[in-house]
Structure formats: C-alpha cells, structure tokens
C-alpha cells in the first residue's frame, strides 16, 4: 500500500539556518503531496502542497518540490526562525482520497 | 469564518465506561475526518464522512464509531474504554465534493482524552 516516510526527530537547529526534511512516499500513480504543521498549543494546519510532478508548494518561506524522479518531496526553508519550532507531517492523497500521514518531524530552533 | 469546533476540550474516564466526542465543521464544509494522535503511534485516521455517509475507515476496532449529521456535525463515540484509548482526537473539516477532494484539511484543536 502507499506510503509516506519522513526523517525522525527532533532536528534542532539554531536561528538563521538551512531547514530540510527529508519526506518519501510509495504510491502507484502521482499523488497529491502536502506538508502539515502543528505548532505548539494550535491545531494541525496545511503549510503547503503540491498536485504534480515539479509543482513547487511554498508558503511562510517553506518550499517543497513534488520529484517523481525521486519520490520525493523535501520540505526547505533558508533561514528558519524561533517560531517555525514545530511539528511536521508530510502526506499524500492516494487515489481514494485517503490521506496518507509520516510520522511527523519535531523541528526545534534554538536563539 | 468561525473555524472547526470540538468539544470537549478535556475529558477523563474510567476503563470500561464510552465516550461521545463532538465536530462542528468549517461552514459549508460537507467532509468531516477524525483521527487518533498519541505520541507513540502519531497520527492515525480513524475514519470519514461526508454527506452523511462514511466514505473512508482506518483500522481501529469496532469499539471506534462515528456518524455524520444532516447539519454536517459529526461525532465519534468509543465504547468500552481501555487505557490505550488515552489519546489527542483530531476533527477537520474539508471542502470536498462528491468523488472528489483536495486534501485541505481545516483542523479543530482537538479533544484530549485520559482514560484512568
């Protein structure tokens, strides 16, 4: 069945630097992609997707690429800040309209 | 454009009793989801509905129910609790169509469920 696999965490990183999270997922066909993000205390909130091969999804400085080369939609921000600290979930649609969930990444970003 | 609305908020049960979690979906919004998050297993579906109907399941035991209203609300019940069930429940809420979605879900903040 499909698939979504997504780099555990927590990744800490310090302000100012190059986020990636790497995402993969398994599906027959092209799914939609999208990544999910919970801050702390808020509910779970789409960041940005993707509904085929080469869209780049962007948003708040966060930009993932659909590569189907690859099966891959990393998520990238150039210069993070204290307040992206939070959890992010990569997913795909499968074609019956079933949201596939990673198990999420845990992104703290230190001053 | 009041948001996706759940409640309660916080609740505590004892093994053995149910529970009735409520969802109050975006305006105009006919797909309502519910989903499980526990820190060790993250995030996972319970089931969908939309129009009433319930259009997706995930793979929780039969104890785990849900229905959809004509209004769109939706609730989901758990019949005799164990302490696993100690869980986040998730409702969003989504613009779907009929035979199809895009995927964009509005999410409530939640329900926190402790079973003692």
């Known amino acids: 069945g499909n698939s979504v696999t997504q780099m555990e965490g927590p990744v800490t990183l310090s302000e100012e630097a190059f986020l990636t999270i790497n995402c993969t997922y398994t599906?027959?066909?092209?799914?939609?992609l999208f990544w999910y993000v919970q801050y702390p205390g808020e509910g779970l909130q789409l960041l940005l997707k993707a509904t085929k091969a080469d869209d780049k999804g962007s948003n708040k400085g966060f930009e993932a690429t659909y590569r189907k080369e690859t099966t891959s939609f990393h998520l990238e921000k150039g210069s993070v800040q204290v307040s992206d600290s939070a959890v992010y979930f990569c997913?795909?649609?499968?074609?019956?309209?079933?949201?596939?969930w990673g198990a999420g990444t845990k992104l703290i970003i230190k001053p | 454009k009041a948001g996706v609305t759940q409640t309660p908020r916080y609740l505590i049960k004892t093994r053995g009793q149910q529970v009735t979690l409520s969802c109050s979906p975006i305006s105009g919004h006919r797909s309502v989801s519910w989903y499980q998050q526990t820190p060790g297993q993250g995030l996972q579906f319970l089931f969908e509905y939309f129009s009433e109907t319930q259009r997706n399941k995930g793979n929780f035991p039969g104890r785990f129910s849900g229905r959809q209203f004509s209004n769109s609300r939706s609730e989901m019940n758990v019949s005799t609790l164990e302490l696993g069930d100690s869980a986040l429940y998730l409702c969003?809420?989504?613009?779907?169509?009929?035979?199809?979605?895009?995927?964009?879900?509005?999410f409530g903040e939640g329900s926190r469920l402790t079973v003692l």
């Open positions: 599906a027959t066909g092209y799914p939609s």
């Open positions: 969003a809420s989504s613009l779907a169509r009929e035979g199809a979605e895009t995927g964009e879900l509005f």
């Open positions: 997913v795909s649609m499968d074609s019956n309209y079933q949201l596939i």
